[in-house]
């Protein structure tokens, strides 16, 4: 398997932004006595989201953007779950029931976003996706809708510090970051 240098380096940092500011908003909720900037966490997600996207959208030379519909599902998708995630910690916030619509629109924007990552490149007609790389985005969105919809809830009701769901969360970012980079014909 060969990778793109140059998206490996951007999806790396966009992945670091998204689990950043997962870290840092959940660390500034959880220790207040830290001092954390209180966007400091959502400036990190969005940003780390964009950079997502972006790789996602560059063509094979990284010479510039592809208006096509890889494109456009990568930024909807993007766009999906952060609106998402954004609105069930205000419902939470509110002490809200988040009910069903906000979790479903995070998982269809994995699903979208893992299937925006395997598309090949050109105007809107069918064409076999990378096998690799859709290996790659599915057990990513896998292991990340796993993590977060079922393993992490589970630890924090149970208190479990250290279990697997973190791990889960880096490892599905390490398979995106992986699907961004792989080298296919485009």
Same mark, same amino acid.
């Given at each position: 398997?060969?990778?793109?240098?140059?998206?490996?380096? =951007?999806?790396?940092?966009?992945? =670091?932004?998204?689990?950043?500011?997962?870290?840092?908003?959940?660390?500034?909720?959880?220790?207040?006595?830290?001092?954390?900037?209180?966007? =400091?966490?959502?400036?990190?997600?969005?940003?780390?989201?964009? @950079?997502?996207?972006? #790789?996602?959208?560059?063509?094979?030379?990284? #010479?510039?953007?592809?208006?096509?519909?890889?494109?456009?599902?990568? @930024?909807?998708?993007?766009?999906?779950?952060?609106?998402?995630?954004?609105?069930?910690?205000?419902?939470?916030?509110?002490?809200?029931?988040?009910?069903?619509?906000?979790?479903?629109?995070?998982?269809?924007?994995?699903?979208?976003?893992?299937?925006?990552?395997?598309?090949?490149?050109?105007?809107?007609?069918?064409?076999?996706?990378? #096998?690799?790389?859709?290996? @790659?985005?599915?057990?990513?969105?896998?292991?990340?809708? #796993?993590?977060?919809?079922?393993?992490?809830?589970?630890?924090?009701?149970?208190?479990?510090?250290?279990?697997?769901?973190?791990?889960?969360?880096?490892?599905?970012?390490? =398979?995106?970051?992986?699907?961004?980079?792989?080298?296919?014909?485009?």
């Amino acid at each position: 398997m060969r990778f793109d240098n140059q998206k490996l380096l =951007l999806g790396s940092l966009g992945a =670091l932004g998204v689990i950043g500011g997962v870290v840092a908003k959940n660390s500034a909720e959880q220790f207040p006595m830290l001092g954390l900037p209180e966007n =400091l966490g959502p400036a990190l997600f969005v940003g780390g989201w964009g @950079l997502v996207a972006y #790789t996602n959208a560059l063509n094979a030379a990284n #010479t510039n953007i592809v208006y096509d519909q890889k494109s456009a599902l990568g @930024l909807l998708s993007a766009a999906s779950i952060v609106g998402s995630v954004f609105m069930m910690k205000q419902l939470k916030r509110q002490g809200q029931p988040v009910g069903a619509l906000y979790p479903a629109l995070f998982a269809g924007g994995w699903i979208a976003l893992a299937y925006a990552i395997c598309q090949r490149r050109g105007p809107l007609k069918f064409a076999w996706p990378n #096998t690799q790389r859709c290996a @790659l985005s599915f057990g990513a969105a896998a292991l990340v809708l #796993t993590s977060m919809m079922y393993v992490l809830p589970r630890q924090r009701m149970l208190k479990i510090v250290d279990g697997p769901g973190m791990a889960m969360f880096a490892a599905g970012w390490a =398979l995106i970051v992986a699907a961004l980079a792989h080298k296919a014909d485009n």
